[in-house]
């Protein structure tokens, strides 16, 4: 079964025009675009960058030590 993570993303009218966003509950996630639609894409691509990143800073913290991973169900 899976499960639906929601997050809030939050659309604010740039003055020079286009749009300004972010993800409410991940901060460091923020982009831009000039239509809606492109900022749309723009901030689901930065959310995939900065998760990436985050494993990436993980990992090389773990490495060479035992660990144990577990998939985790969110719901709300």
Do not use: D
Not at 32 to 43: C, D, V
């Amino acid at each position: 079964m899976k499960t639906k993570l929601k997050l809030t993303a939050v659309f604010e009218e740039a003055e020079e025009g286009g749009y300004l966003s972010f993800i409410e509950e991940l901060p460091g996630v923020n982009s831009q675009g000039e239509t809606m639609e492109e900022a749309k894409e723009n901030l689901v691509e930065a959310l995939h960058l900065v998760l990436e990143s985050h494993r990436e800073i993980s990992e090389a913290g773990i490495k060479n030590k035992k660990i144990t991973r577990e998939s985790l169900e969110l719901v709300s």
